[in-house]
């Protein structure tokens, strides 16, 4: 039996849910499928060990490309989600500094006072 296949399988898995379109809504759940089954084909990969027959080392060859491009796929997603995290941050920073935007000015009864003395 091929002990590769299985790890080939859950690898094709994987790309076909970062190829799929992934939305706010839905990418949540897409992570978590993903981290499962990178936890399904890590345990996988665990168990396997020499020597390989030619069937395993030729669907070994196979599972290089498809690494690389989930890897890809995968920094793309996590840099999206950097990049929402940093406008959501930046939103709520300049929702604060518009309801109170004189919160930093330091003044003692009514008068400006200079920081430096």
């Known amino acids: 039996m091929n002990r590769v296949q299985p790890i080939y399988d859950i690898t094709v898995h994987i790309q076909e849910l970062l190829k ?9 759940k897409v992570i978590e499928e993903i981290n ?19 069937e395993e080392l030729e669907l070994g060859k196979k599972l290089l ?8 796929s995968m920094d793309q997603l996590f840099n999206g989600l950097k990049s ?4 959501v941050k930046k939103q709520k920073n300049s ?23």
């Open 65 to 72: 490309p498809l690494n690389e491009q989930i890897q890809r």
């Open 20 to 28: 799929a379109e992934i939305t706010t809504q839905n990418r949540p």
């Open 84 to 87: 929402e995290m940093k406008a």
């Open 36 to 54: 499962s089954l990178l936890n399904q084909r890590g345990l996988q990969m665990e168990n396997i060990s020499e020597p390989f027959t030619k």
């Open 95 to 117: 929702n604060r500094k518009y309801t109170n935007p004189y919160e930093k000015v330091h003044t003692v009864d009514g008068m400006f006072m200079d920081k430096r003395k």
